[in-house]
C-alpha cells in the first residue's frame, strides 16, 4: 500500500457568507505529481492553506506527511516547502540574508542548489526584496523553497509573475525533482498547460467540489467534457481550453 | 530535530532580525536620526528643552520602525497587507514561541542599545561646564501620562506584529481570539515601552540631587498607566475591527490578573535592570560622588 502524503477526507471549509469547500476527498501519494486547477474562487488557495494548518476547517480530516495539517510540528515544516500566491518574502532582507537563515532551519538545505537556481535564473541575490521586480520576487522564493529540498511541494500558483522562458525553466526543475528525488508536489494553477507539463495527474475544483479527479493520459477527453458539462463551453472552446 | 539545532535556529533567528532590519540602516532609519543627533550634540554643546524634546521624538520613531517590522512596505503599486510576511514565518521549521522568543530578545538587545546611546549622549553633555539649566530640564521632562499617550500615538499603528498570535493560538491567524491574544502582547510591550521612557527620564531628573534615582517610587501611578494602556489597546482595537468588541472585552476581563501579574514581574526586572545600569553610567561618568 503506497504512504499518502497528503490526506483529506470529508473536508468542509465554511465562512461566513460561503462555502470555499464542501466535502472535498482527495489522497496524493508519495512522489505522485498532482496538479489542482480551477477557475478563480473555485477553492484551490483555501486548500492549500488548510493542508498548511493557516486556517481552520469545519468539518473532516486533514493530514499532511501523516500529521494533521493543525498540528504540524517543526520537523514536519522543515519537509514541506510552500509557495503562496502571494509574494511573501520579507521584504526588507535579500536573498542572501535569507539563505544565511535558512542554512539553521532546514536540515536538508542545500546552498549549492541556491547558487545553481541564483545563476541559471538569473536572480539578483543581494538586493533587498522590496526593491525587486514581482518576477524576481516569485523565482527567489522558488529558488529558496527547492532549495530546502522538500518531501512535498505546496505550490499556490507558482508562476504568476514569471515570463515564458522562466515558466518552461521551473517546470523543468520541479519535474526533474519529482523524477530524481520522488519529490510529491501538489500545485494549483490555472493553465492547463503548465499543468500538463508536470502533473501525473490533475484535479478540478469547482465551487469548492471536485469534479474531477483523473490521470493525465486520460485528461484530455475528461477535461473537454467536465468544460462542457460544468462551465457550459461549446465543444470548440473546450478544446481550446484543453489546448 | 536536536536541542542544539534547535536553539541554534532560536539564536540564529534572532541574528536575523538584528542584522537584517533591527542594526541595518537601510530599513530602520533611527540609526540615521542618531547619528545626527550625536553630531548636533557636539556642535551645540548643551542640553536644552529641545534636545529633550528630540530624544522623546527619537525614543519614539525607534520603537515605530521596530514596531512596523513586519510591515509589508513592498511596492508603491501592491496592496499593504501584513499577511503574506504572518504566512511567511508560519511555514518557517520553527515553532511559532521561539519566533516569537527570538523577536522578543533581537528587540530586547536593540532596544537596550538604543538606550545606553541615548544615556550615554545625556550623561555626557550634562557634565559640560555650560549647562546650566538643569533645573529646567527637570522641569520640562515629561511626566508618566504625557509619555503614555506620546508612546500610544508613536506605536499606534499597527504597532506590534500579528504573528505574535501565533504561539497563544495555533497560528490560526484569522480567529479573533488569536488577534485578540496578539493585543494582549501588544499592551504588555506597549507598557514596558511606556515603563522604559518614565524610568530614563526621572533618572535624569534626579541628576542635580546627586542622589540614587528611587525607581519603585514611580509606581505609586502604576494603576493610572495600566488602565491608559489597556485603554488605549482598546481604543484602537476597536478602530480597526468593531465586530470583535465584545470579544475584546470579555479578553481584558478575563485576562486582567494574569496580564497585570505579568507586566509587575516584568517591569519590576526592567526597573532594577535599568537602575543598575543608570549606575553604572554615572559611576563611570563620575556622575555620582
Given amino acids: 500500500m503506497p504512504i499518502m502524503h497528503i490526506e483529506v477526507h470529508g473536508l468542509t471549509k465554511k465562512y461566513i457568507t460561503l462555502t470555499a469547500l464542501r ?48 498540528h504540524l510540528d517543526a520537523i514536519t515544516k522543515g519537509r514541506i516547502g510552500f509557495v503562496a500566491e502571494q509574494p511573501s518574502l520579507l521584504p526588507w532582507a535579500t536573498l542572501l540574508d535569507i539563505a544565511d537563515l535558512y542554512k539553521h532551519l532546514y536540515s536538508q538545505w542545500n546552498r549549492d542548489a541556491l547558487s545553481r537556481f541564483i545563476e541559471e535564473w538569473e536572480i539578483i541575490p543581494d538586493k533587498r526584496m522590496r526593491s525587486v521586480s514581482k518576477g524576481q520576487r516569485r523565482l527567489a522564493e522558488l529558488a529558496l523553497c527547492f532549495s530546502c529540498q522538500p518531501t512535498i511541494l505546496l505550490l499556490d500558483e507558482p508562476f504568476i509573475g514569471l515570463d515564458v522562458v522562466m515558466r518552461l525553466k521551473v517546470l523543468r526543475v520541479m519535474k526533474e525533482m519529482n523524477a530524481q528525488y520522488g519529490t510529491t508536489i501538489f500545485y494549483s494553477s490555472h493553465i492547463l498547460s503548465d499543468i500538463e507539463k508536470v502533473a501525473d495527474r490533475v484535479i478540478i475544483i469547482r465551487e469548492g467540489q471536485i469534479c474531477l479527479d483523473e490521470q493525465i493520459g486520460k485528461l484530455k477527453h475528461s477535461v473537454e467534457k467536465t468544460f462542457i458539462d460544468y462551465y457550459g463551453l461549446s465543444r470548440e472552446e473546450a478544446l481550446l481550453s484543453g489546448e | ?52 524634546a528630540l530624544m522623546l521624538y527619537l525614543a519614539v520613531l525607534a520603537h515605530y520602525f521596530v514596531g512596523n517590522i513586519f510591515k509589508d512596505s513592498g511596492n508603491a503599486e501592491e496592496e499593504t497587507s501584513r499577511v503574506p510576511i ?204
Fill in chain 1, 23 to 70: 466535502d472535498v476527498n482527495l489522497k496524493v501519494a508519495r512522489g505522485e505529481s498532482v496538479g489542482l486547477i480551477g477557475s478563480n474562487g473555485a477553492g484551490k488557495t483555501t486548500l492549500l492553506h488548510i493542508l498548511m494548518g493557516f486556517i481552520p476547517f469545519g468539518q473532516g480530516v486533514v493530514k499532511i506527511l501523516g500529521k494533521p495539517s493543525t
Fill in chain 2, 1 to 52: 530535530m536536536q536541542r542544539s539545532e534547535r536553539k541554534n535556529a532560536l539564536s540564529s533567528l534572532v541574528w536575523f532580525f538584528l542584522k537584517t532590519f533591527l542594526f541595518n540602516p537601510q530599513n530602520n532609519p533611527t540609526f540615521l536620526v542618531i547619528f545626527i543627533l550625536i553630531i548636533f550634540f557636539y556642535l551645540e554643546r548643551s542640553l536644552n528643552r529641545y534636545h529633550i
Fill in chain 2, 86 to 289: 504572518i504566512r511567511y514565518f508560519q511555514v518557517l521549521p520553527i515553532s511559532g514561541r521561539k519566533i516569537y522568543l527570538s523577536y522578543l530578545l533581537a528587540t530586547g538587545i536593540y532596544g537596550l542599545f538604543t538606550w545606553a546611546v541615548l544615556g550615554f549622549l545625556l550623561a555626557t553633555f550634562m557634565k559640560l561646564p555650560d549647562l546650566k539649566n538643569i533645573e529646567f530640564i527637570k522641569s520640562v521632562a515629561p511626566d508618566g501620562d504625557t509619555i503614555t499617550i506620546l508612546t500610544g500615538f508613536g506605536l499606534n499603528e499597527r504597532g506590534i506584529p500579528g504573528f505574535v498570535s501565533i504561539p497563544l493560538k495555533k497560528s490560526l491567524i484569522f480567529d479573533p481570539i488569536s488577534k485578540i491574544s496578539g493585543n494582549y502582547i501588544w499592551l504588555s510591550l506597549l507598557y514596558i515601552l511606556v515603563f522604559i521612557y518614565i524610568c530614563t527620564f526621572q533618572v535624569f531628573n534626579q541628576f542635580n540631587q546627586r542622589s540614587y534615582p528611587y525607581l519603585l517610587k514611580l509606581f505609586h501611578k502604576l494603576p493610572l498607566w495600566i488602565y491608559l494602556c489597556i485603554g488605549f489597546g482598546f481604543l484602537t482595537e476597536l478602530m480597526f475591527s468593531q465586530k470583535q468588541i465584545g470579544i475584546c472585552t470579555r479578553f481584558i476581563i478575563q485576562h486582567l490578573g494574569l496580564l497585570t501579574s505579568l507586566l509587575l514581574v516584568t517591569i519590576i526586572a526592567t526597573s532594577i535592570s535599568i537602575g543598575l545600569m543608570s549606575r553604572f553610567i554615572l559611576d563611570r561618568l563620575k556622575l555620582i560622588s
